[in-house]
């Protein structure tokens, strides 16, 4: 992991790995609901800086069962976005759209995985089979701006609601946070280990 983080922060094109710090999303849809938390929203510009900072907690791999675990802490990561979003937060209306600000400081994550393999044009290739991912937000902050002046209000309500009840936020949100993180995880890693055979990500150096 540490002699990947270069190649991990600059992104390897010709292996479909894109950059992650800073990491960009042209766009996002995010329609979930659960008891506390409801969204339907569509995210575009999203730009995250500082996943190229992680620290490697624990690397756990067994290779009889093609399964691993991966713990790390995220320090801090910034985050800017478009948004227009709809739903539900606790008791807190959310229909406002606008630029999103935030930064958000030690995130703990646990990344466990199990992989298959599958053969293509003579080579072994590895897929991500099942993935889940647990993780909790340490503290942050956060800045909505209005597209409409006069419906500035509105994202002043949901901005100051969560600096002033972080935990209660992460706590709420946090099963579609990990949702999230993991069908994005996966889908991101099935990208790369389709471009890589095993031979060569096994070999000796």
């Not at 766009?27 to 800086?49: P, W």
């Not at 067994?62 to 320090?75: F, G, I, K, W």
């Not at 993780?135 to 956060?142: A, H, I, K, R």
């Not at 309500?157 to 935990?167: T, Y």
Request: net charge neutral; proline share 6%.
């Amino acid at each position: 992991m540490e002699k990947a983080r270069p190649y991990l922060i600059e992104g390897i094109k010709e292996l479909g790995i894109p950059p992650i710090d800073p990491f960009k999303l042209p766009y996002l849809s995010v329609n979930r609901s659960i008891e506390e938390f409801s969204i339907n929203s569509v995210l575009k510009n999203i730009k995250a800086t500082g996943l190229g900072n992680y620290i490697i907690d624990k690397v756990e791999f067994d290779p009889a069962h093609l399964s691993s675990v991966v713990r790390y802490t995220l320090p801090w990561v910034y985050m800017e976005m478009e948004y227009d979003v709809l739903g539900q937060l606790l008791r807190i209306p959310l229909q406002s759209k606008g630029f999103f600000k935030g930064n958000f400081t030690n995130t703990q994550m646990v990344v466990k995985c199990t992989k298959k393999t599958y053969e293509r044009d003579g080579e072994t290739y590895l897929r991500i089979d099942k993935m889940s991912v647990k993780g909790q937000v340490g503290d942050g902050w956060v800045k909505m701006t209005s597209k409409n002046p006069e419906m500035q209000f509105a994202a002043d309500l949901i901005s100051n609601f969560f600096n002033e009840n972080p935990r209660a936020v992460f706590d709420a949100v946090n099963p579609i946070f990990v949702e999230f993180t993991a069908d994005l995880f996966k889908a991101m890693a099935n990208q790369i280990l389709a471009n890589i055979p095993v031979k060569e990500l096994f070999k000796e150096e």
